[in-house]
């Protein structure tokens, strides 16, 4: 969200068909509207920027940045009042430092969604943290495979081998509420003489130590990893002295994602009397670690992508304890696509799985054209 700071910024988000802009207004307060401007359906903003008015490229009606018509030229008539033809506003939240549009007016907001669920993440100090560095992916799979890949920890001794250094599979643990969202740790992180170890690199981010008193288990965190996938589409990882953000978008294109990496460092992580450019050295070299365990996630669901489309593939079993994960975020994609308001699982992590039920939901995984023809058995 730290693209959006400044009064004046304007920042233009496609998903799928629909368009929105964000503008943070005079007040500094961000809003959202559709991006079509209300005369005669022109697609109002191209671009981000920072502008003073939205004015549409086709007949040049202009909207300040709270969305209010202020200008219509030669429309000086009785009938036409400029209060009537503002910006459709979006719902908009911003949490967790990543702004949240809903389009249903109906929905409960972003916190009844996770039915008080990650609150750990409420108090992090995240309007305080550095934008390290942002790297946007285009991977070939749809957002579904990304995300199903985000939340197990199978696959890390095979696709990250420098990730399994640190994070071994059998450190993962649950920490998982009844909420909208996929939760686990990873305690304890393994030291590695690397900077991603803390010690002897970093101060402790500040905000680590209220967020695990908040957890529904406690955990060191000195050496513990967070990880929460939001339904649907935001994978957030909290280490010890950095964070990321990954935001999945999916596009027209079913087998094309934008997903926007965002690195985020807490200027206290520094250590007292370091020199400039050390710090900047390590910064990079835990952000350049991030990226390359991206990359090889990319790769690896470029893969999957393609894999399920083969006639042959028709689905095939979750290990319980290392891809409940998994499960629960089909589970939750399946209620959404069916109104079903409790499939079985949904709760549960890994001890509490009925191991016989664990079957793939390929449809899910599949593009988000093909039916769900599996997730409704
Ligand atoms: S469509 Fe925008 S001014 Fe006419
Ligand atoms: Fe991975």
Known sequence: MQAISKPGDVVVVDVLDQSFILTCDKDKKINAFYNVCSHRGAKLCKANGNKKRLNCPYHNWSYNLKGNLVGAPFFDRDNFNKKDHGLKPVRVEVRFGIIWLNMDNNAPGLLDSL????????????????????????????????????????????VHPGL?????????????????????????????????????????????EELAAKAPFQFDPRNTAFFYHIFPNVSITIYPHSTYTLIMLPTN?????????????????????????????????????????????????EGVAKGVLQNSYRGG???????????????LVADVMTSVPQRPGRVQTGAGWDFSAMNIHLGTAMNDSAPLQHALA
């Open 115 to 158: 039915h008080g669920g990650p609150t750990e993440m409420l108090d992090y100090p995240w309007e305080e943290m550095d934008l390290v560095g942002r790297a946007n992916y285009t991977p070939r799979c749809n957002w579904k495979i990304l995300a199903e890949n985000f939340v197990e920890w199978y696959h890390i001794p095979a």
């Open 164 to 208: 399994d250094r640190f994070s071994k599979p059998h450190h993962h643990v649950d920490n998982q509420g009844d909420g909208k969202y996929v939760g686990f740790v990873t305690n304890p992180l393994t030291p590695t003489g690397t900077v991603t170890d803390l010690a002897g690199n970093w101060n402790l981010s500040p905000g680590q």
């Open 253 to 301: 294109d079913p087998m094309r994602t934008v997903e926007k990496l965002s690195f985020l460092q807490h200027p206290g992580c520094r250590l007292a009397g370091e020199a400039d450019e050390t710090f900047t050295e390590k910064r990079q070299a835990v952000y350049d670690f991030v990226k390359e365990v991206n990359a090889e996630d990319v790769e690896i669901c």
């Open 317 to 331: 079993m979750f290990s319980p304890e290392h891809e409940w994960t998994t499960y629960r975020f089909q589970n």
